[in-house]
């Protein structure tokens, strides 16, 4: 299920996440949940400081095991996504 929908917000389907494209599955993932349970909050500043810090701590994850340190540009790979969403790391 993680790998289907890491696949819809890959947007040029090359099993890598640029920022933009991770923020955006964070926000619908986000929004959804709020729907679901009826939560009016949804402040999209909110929301995109919470995905900025998640693609941060993920790209922590794939500096370590790299080695060295990487950019904010830094593409990740939907494994190692998957991997952290699951807490394999």
């Known amino acids: 299920k993680i790998r289907f ?21 964070m926000k619908a993932f986000y929004h959804g949940t709020a729907a679901m349970f009826g939560i009016q909050d949804t402040n999209a500043e909110r929301v995109e400081t919470l995905a900025w810090n998640l693609f941060r701590r993920i790209l922590n994850v794939y500096e370590d095991q790299k080695g060295e340190v990487l950019g904010d540009s830094t593409l990740l790979p939907c494994a190692l996504i998957e991997e952290w969403l699951l807490g394999s790391d």
């Not at 890491?6 to 599955?25: A, C, K, P, S």
Request: hydrophobic content about 40%; charged content about 35%; aromatic content about 14%.
């Open 5 to 25: 929908l890491l696949g819809i917000f890959d947007g040029n389907d090359n099993r890598l996440f640029d920022r933009g494209e991770f923020t955006r599955m």
